[in-house]
């Protein structure tokens, strides 16, 4: 039931854009995203719910797929402060308990 | 306002000992979670309390782990008799509700070492 995500790693150079997805072989309620950085919490970055829906969030966006049950986010331009791990974490049922993907760890370099 | 609080932010301990991790949530968050993050992995679900209804604990990972909820507010996770493999960090976090389109926002967690 664990969601999926890829790629495991990128690195980019400044500037650069990014995709990390999301698919999970359940039908979703919704999905979370979060990034955490070395030696910190995990930050809420956005929430998408059914209805294939996509979100903005200064660069980073993120879009829903509902007939794939894949979400992705997006990183355009990437800035060095975007670097640290990505997780998902998927709902199936509007219920309290997200299962996570295993993280996207990003690394940007000037 | 503040955040969710973890504490202690660190803790070493003998393997065969007990520890308490304490988790102050944000205010007027009715749920709460723990996680467990082995280094370098996801986060693993142990326990969430909502409100006054009976918490889920089906991600005790065994006996050793409880915890529990004072007064809808602070939780404290206890590990008894600790092995090696309960190092780790562990988070706490909060949201509004318990709903799927709530975000959950997370304390700094302990980083729990098993000597």
């Known amino acids: 039931q664990q969601p999926v995500q890829s790629p495991q790693a990128v690195i980019l150079r400044e500037g650069e854009d990014a995709v990390i997805n999301c698919s999970s072989s359940?039908?979703?309620?919704?999905v979370h995203w979060y990034r955490q950085k070395h030696g910190e919490a995990p930050v809420f970055l956005m929430i998408l719910l059914k209805g294939g829906e996509q979100k903005g969030h200064e660069k980073i966006s993120a879009s829903f797929n509902e007939k794939k049950q894949q979400s992705s986010l997006y990183l355009t331009a990437s800035q060095l402060s975007y670097s640290g791990t990505y997780f998902c974490?998927?709902?199936?049922?509007?219920?309290?308990?997200?299962?996570w993907g295993a993280g996207t760890k990003l690394i940007i370099k000037p | 306002g503040a955040g969710v609080s973890q504490s202690p932010s660190n803790k070493v301990t003998e393997k065969g000992k007990d520890v308490e991790l304490r988790c102050d949530p944000i205010s007027g968050h009715t749920a709460l979670y723990w996680y467990r993050q082995s280094l370098g992995q996801g986060l693993e679900f142990l326990i969430y309390?909502?409100?006054?209804?009976?918490?889920?604990k089906s991600g005790l990972p065994s006996d050793r782990f409880s915890a529990e909820r004072t007064g809808g507010s602070v939780s404290t996770l206890t590990i008894q008799r600790t092995q090696q493999e309960d190092s780790a960090v562990y988070l706490c976090?909060?949201?509004?509700?318990?709903?799927?389109?709530?975000?959950?926002?997370f304390g700094d967690g302990t980083r729990l070492s098993i000597l």
């Open positions: 309390f909502q409100g006054n209804s009976a918490p889920d």
């Open positions: 359940k039908a979703l309620y919704s």
């Open positions: 974490g998927t709902d199936m049922d509007s219920n309290y308990q997200l299962i």
């Open positions: 976090a909060s949201s509004l509700g318990g709903a799927g389109n709530q975000p959950q926002h």
